[in-house]
């Protein structure tokens, strides 16, 4: 990166550092930190997005449809998230790689599990044989964050379903009595009321999502924890020209410091958020705000 | 081989009992059940040993940060903050990285690079900073009464604190606690996939059941059996925890005792 580094063995202290923090490499393990930042900022939307359809089917007077909503929230609730990222990596793989291969390739014969293999035509096959490099590496991606997406999604239907039972059944009743529909009231009154009592189910959630980032690492994405124990283990002097020892440790230090710190700014953050919302809200929040005023 | 002799040879392999070799090939059902069965074992050691010590080291740090000392109340908030700011799973790679570092020093850490010691510490101190929250958050709701009536009657220091204080804020903090104890299970999966070697093989059951998806490329089998193996660990905690519930609450009238209503919604 600069000039004085042509030759690190010459180099000691402060201006080796500076040197062996701007290899390749470490560029690479910063990037991965905006990959987290990427992975955060489609996931949380999203999530978002499943959440309020799994809370809105949760609710429906249709009961299947109903049976889904609640089944969704539960059963992603008493299991291991992990053993979901697991889970949910491989069987979405093999889930669009069978539908492919239902469409495209309507006359194999074959069963697709053979033995302990799973076995679909050319054609079907999610990247393509032939795709480059980085179509395997953004479809990796895609996959954990639909992953994501789907397991925080449940947490988010909990939230946001509890949060559409907080909403003062008066105010439901009353748009009833002005001749709204169902989906009138639905969309115009619960909706719109139901972020404030969501707002702190959702920003606990938020943290929740943050400290599952690091899992993106289980999912096979090259993230910061990949580039931490690469960057971290012992280095020989053969192959690199920044030898060092078994510096695992601080790279994890370094990382688990990151968290702190995203997570002590997405607190401050979300409190102000929350003290503008209850701003002159008839609740205990707003009263207190009401009372330090005057 | 029939079911019973695969759980004879492999009901305790996750504790090196048994057939030494995992099946390789051909995998019945028997055996993906008996082995991620015996893998729960380690989960439920972990769980078991970490909310038993975490749970006076969480009194401790509770007090500590409800205190009038400074520098209790910061060094308690800090340790809060350490453990609950950043990811278990970050926290387990440190702990792991660390504990190496310092037996190349000190050969008197060699047990803690194992799992059974060294993720069990990270998981008691992290159980502890959560419940240590959970824990304040009671004593902060005790009810101004409840201490105004010990105080009348000449409760002081220690009893107060034993007859009065601690068994109130056990009895609000019961059903949060509840919800601690089964996301402490649920995170013990993480033990095996964070640096922690698996010695032998002999790993918990999401270690095996990953297992089992790796070598027959089909998740649909080993992780349902998973599934089914934490709902019912998530069941037996929720009743062992209502009785517990049950007893603290005795005392109440009974109109006012509520059963224990818990709410998953969180993970860590």
Known sequence: ??????????????????????????????????????????????????????????RSRFLPMQLFGKGYIAIVRGVPDIAFFLFFVIALDQGFEWLRHQVLCPDWDQPIRQGNDFVVCQAAKLPLGNAPQWIHEVYGFLLAMLTFAIVFGAFAANVLFGAMRAVPHAQLETAEAYGMTRRQTFWRILVPQMWVYALPGLSNLWMVLI???????????????????????????????????????????????FYLGFTRVSEVLLERLMQKLTHGQATTGGEAQRKAAT | MSCWETIADYGLRSLGIGERLLPRENFTLCQQVTLIGSGLLWNIYFGVLALLSGFFLATAVA???????????????????????????????FAYFAFQSLKSVYPFFDPFTAAWLGALIVLFLNTAAYSGEIFYGALRSIPKGDVEAADAYGFSGWARFRRIVWPTMLRLAWPAYTNE???????TTLVFFSGFPAWQQRGDALYYASYFADKTFNPFVPYPILAGYFILLTLLIIAIFGLINKRLNRHLPQAAKRGLKFRMNLIR
């Open chain 1, 1 to 58: 990166m600069f000039s004085y580094c042509a030759d690190p063995s010459t180099l000691t202290g402060l201006t080796w550092l500076s040197c062996y923090l701007t290899t390749g490499k470490h560029m690479a393990f910063y990037t991965s930190f905006g990959v987290v930042l990427l992975l955060l900022a489609i996931t949380a939307p999203t999530a978002l997005a499943f959440g309020f359809g799994g809370a809105a089917a949760a």
């Open chain 1, 211 to 257: 400290k599952a980032t690091p899992l993106l690492f289980l999912l096979g994405v090259e993230d910061i924890v990949y580039w931490a124990r690469e960057l971290g283990a012992t280095a020989n002097p053969r192959f690199t020209q920044y030898p060092h020892g078994d510096w695992r440790m601080w790279y994890f230090l370094a990382l688990l410091i």
């Open chain 2, 63 to 93: 007090l500590g940060k409800f205190s009038n000392n400074r520098v209790l109340r910061k060094a308690s908030e800090w340790f809060i903050f350490v453990f609950r700011g950043s990811p278990l799973f970050i926290q387990f790679f």
């Open chain 2, 181 to 187: 104890a089964i996301f402490l299970f649920h995170a």
